[in-house]
Nanobody
Framework: QVQLVESGGGLVQAGGSLRLSCAAS????????MGWFRQAPGKEREFVSA????????FYADSVKGRFTISRDDAQNTVSLQMNSLQPEDTAIYYC??????????????????WGPGTQVTVSS
């Protein structure tokens, strides 16, 4: 069983950057599609990005396309989210998650079977 723990969150000014990381325990990490979700106060959790098993397929929400980049290192059992040009509307708790589905089919909460506890990202204006 894979367990996930996020890190890298914090407070940043608008226009700044953060890099989130998700460390996974377990030997089957490479078999999972990995995704990032976020939940802002008073809002539902939403899809941010996903990366497929072999890292050759990546998907992004329209709201982050061109600003965020997802990557994975199966040798290190990590998945990262580089976030550039951050805006106050990016403020949320960011969650790492694992899915047994193909990345193109893994866009909703229900598609993911494992979740990290989340890390807070706050962007000040």
């Amino acid at each position: 069983q894979v367990q996930l723990v996020e890190s890298g969150g914090g407070l940043v000014q608008a226009g700044g950057s953060l890099r989130l990381s998700c460390a996974a325990s377990g030997r089957t990490f490479s078999r999972y599609t990995m995704g990032w979700f976020r939940q802002a106060p008073g809002k539902e959790r939403e899809f941010v990005s996903a990366i497929g098993y072999s890292a050759d397929s990546t998907f992004y929400a329209d709201s982050v396309k061109g600003r965020f980049t997802i990557s994975r290192d199966d040798a290190q059992n990590t998945v990262s989210l580089q976030m550039n040009s951050l805006q106050p509307e990016d403020t949320a708790i960011y969650y790492c998650a694992a899915s047994a589905l193909w990345a193109r089919n893994a866009r909703f909460d229900k598609d993911y079977v494992l979740w990290g506890p989340g890390t807070q990202v706050t962007v000040s204006s």
